[in-house]
């Protein structure tokens, strides 16, 4: 299916103390109390970009983050990638990204930049 601006995907994930713990042997992390660590919320975006929007082959050029709020523990937050700008003669996506726990509230917002190039079809 060819992209287009104001395509988006999501995903929903509830992220407990053993993923945090598993993240802390993985990498070396600080513990981050009762709230979901950055590093796992754009996770979530890297996901949704190599899986879903635009998928498989998107090579991941430009992650910008700004964390408004901490994600408890223990309950949903919603990550969400849109298409904000195609440019097909370089092979580029921008997108807006978001996550937002189950009452709507904000707990990030930013931009990516992707090289789409690998993407069958992508600019059809």
Known sequence: MPLSEGQSAQTTRTFTR?????????TGAPDSGASVPEALINGM?????????PGQGTNYLKQET???ADAPL??????????????????LVDLATTCRTQDGKL???????VLARDVAGAFA
């Open 74 to 91: 223990d309950a949903p937050v919603t990550a969400t990638v849109e298409i904000t700008r195609l440019r097909p003669d370089k092979h």
């Open 107 to 113: 707990v990030a917002r930013g931009r990516a930049l």
């Open 66 to 68: 700004e964390f408004l």
């Open 45 to 53: 975006f890297s996901y949704l970009l190599g899986v879903d929007l």
């Open 18 to 26: 053993a993923d945090i713990e598993a993240l802390q042997r993985l």
